[in-house]
């Protein structure tokens, strides 16, 4: 173990927070959450992760244990709120059909029991599904050192991938707020990888003074006794006051971090998000614990993509999967008694120095009917016979040797229109919500290399869009609240005609309960 011990003044005061939070544990779980709380399925995903009843935020725990890939969630089961973190979980075998399981860990320990079991990730090992997690507790009153909360990282292990049981060296790692410029406060989010023979953890963190990101390193030979290593990065200029919920990758022979940071200031069109999710392509030195990296860059322009966690395949890809929510944004599916969903899962390369997402190709069981359209010529709007939908796939192929400006237009009624549009003159891809439905506005944009074509692919569900441009050079995605019926998709020339080498529409099934 490393770092600090709780003091005794902090243990009385963790005494009460606990109290408080057994409390407010018992009257909740007198609640029945097995009846799912959705009263609406307007908006509810038809194949995206989403949570039976209540709120989910991040992705946890992905990995892949006797033959299935498991998926845990930051979840509050009880209301469509955010309160004290349980780990929900789904299964599957494929990473497009997930069944739920029940909810895997919860607030029930002192180290965990006010604010609940934070973000954390799992890793297969000894034939067992090991999970680190973060245990925070939310104190009354600062100690005398400043800190009015404390987070420590736990253990909780299964034998069937169903049923954890939290061991009982937890925490595991307290914060080693004494071995250099480490904020005591902020100490979170653990991913655990294995790498020649020992086990590595990245946990988000700041400074004392709270206005520099940084990730610290830990190392371990079982899982159980760790030890800290480094701080093995941290921001630069604009690169963010605390990187939330960090993944250490290892993809096409290069090391990347993959981070969360908060507070990144907008720079002209870039980082307009309340927070941001992206990557530092680099190396790690395993005998330093120092990450020597390049600059940040987002992993998805659109508006709604939050704490991604990889997976690190059996078969070698390295997969991802996001919220596709954003901290402080209307939820207006919590009218609906649920809150929150996750991305299609992407596999990650890297080319040209920089990271590519693609949807995973087992996306492709979900395809139901197809239509395709070869070599179209648009002088005006137009909508295909067959290409629209409120839950589909739509990839298009437009030839940008003769097509100087179009759009299109998605979820589109009479009233309502998301729009995707692209100038040859700037090499800009704009998404505008403007009109996509209730309450939700703003344009995101991003810039493409000069191509002869440009190719789209756009994952449609009931209240979501991806948007995936160039087999992943970037990825626009986007929550919206649009009426049932907005399900037309207009292509519209915008400067001369429109010139498509191809589009296809597929209509895609369910990967997850639905709501009855
Ligand atoms: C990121 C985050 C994490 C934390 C979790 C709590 O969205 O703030 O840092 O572990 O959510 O739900």
Redesign the pocket.
């Known amino acids: 173990m490393s770092g600090c011990r709780l003091k005794f003044s902090d243990a009385l005061i963790f005494m009460v927070a606990l109290s408080c939070a057994l409390l407010t544990a018992s009257e909740v779980s007198a609640k029945d959450f097995s009846k799912p709380t959705v009263t609406n399925p307007r908006w509810y995903p038809s194949y995206h992760i989403a949570a039976p009843s209540g709120w989910i935020?991040?992705p946890n725990g992905f990995s892949y244990f006797n033959g299935e890939y498991h998926f845990f969630y930051?979840h509050y089961p009880y209301d469509v709120k955010?309160g004290p973190?349980h780990w929900g979980h789904v299964a599957g075998k494929d990473l497009v059909h997930w069944t739920h399981l029940p909810i895997a860990i919860g607030p029930d320990k002192l180290y965990d029991a006010s604010?609940?079991c934070?973000?954390?990730s799992a890793l297969e090992y000894d034939g067992k599904l090991w999970l680190m997690?973060?245990g925070?507790v939310d104190l009354p009153v600062p100690n005398k050192y400043g800190t009015n909360r404390i987070e420590t990282q736990n253990i909780a292990v299964s034998d069937d991938g169903v049923n954890f049981t939290k061991i009982d060296a937890n925490p595991v790692i307290y914060v080693p707020a004494d071995k250099g410029d480490i904020s005591a406060n902020?100490f979170?989010?653990p991913k655990i990888w294995a790498h020649d023979g020992k086990f590595y953890a990245v946990v988000?963190s700041r400074n004392k003074a709270e206005t520099v990101g940084q990730v610290l390193l830990f190392e371990s030979p079982d899982m159980v006794n760790w030890a800290f290593k480094s701080i093995a990065a941290y921001a630069v200029g604009n690169e963010g006051d605390?990187w939330?919920?960090p993944n250490f990758a290892h993809i096409d022979g290069q090391d990347v971090l993959i981070l969360?940071p908060m507070n990144i200031k907008p720079e002209g069109k870039k980082f307009l998000n309340l927070?941001q999710s992206g990557y530092m392509l680099g190396t790690l030195d395993y005998a330093t614990g120092i990450f020597t990296h390049g600059k940040f860059d987002l992993l998805d322009y659109g508006f709604d993509f939050?704490?991604p966690q990889i997976l690190q395949a059996p078969d070698g890809r390295c997969i991802m999967i996001g919220?596709l929510d954003m901290?402080g944004t209307p939820m207006l599916e919590q009218a609906d008694g649920w809150s929150g969903q996750m991305s299609v899962p992407r596999e990650l390369h890297i080319r040209d120095g920089k990271i590519f997402s693609t949807p995973v190709r087992e996306l492709e069981l979900l395809r139901g009917e197809k239509v395709a359209y070869e070599n179209l010529t648009l002088d005006k709007a137009m909508q295909l016979d067959g290409v629209r939908g409120e839950v589909g796939e739509l990839l298009a192929t437009v030839d940008l040797t003769r097509s100087k400006g179009f759009s299109i237009e998605l979820r589109r009624s009479s009233t309502e229109r998301t729009i995707l549009s692209y100038d040859a003159a700037t090499g800009l891809i704009k998404l505008n919500r403007d009109k996509s439905g209730e309450t939700l506005t703003g344009e995101r944009e991003v810039k493409i290399t000069p191509a002869d074509e440009l190719r789209l692919r756009i994952f449609i569900d009931r209240s979501s869009l991806e948007i995936f441009i160039n087999d992943g050079e970037a990825v626009l995605s986007t929550r919206l609240y649009p009426k049932e019926n907005s399900r037309e998709i207009v292509f519209v020339p915008t400067q001369g005609a429109l010139h498509l080498k191809q589009v296809t529409f597929f209509s895609l099934g369910e990967g997850i309960a639905q709501p009855k």
């Open positions: 935020n991040d930051q955010w973190m604010g609940g934070f973000s954390g997690y973060t925070h902020d979170r989010d988000g605390m939330e919920c969360s927070q939050y704490a919220w901290w």
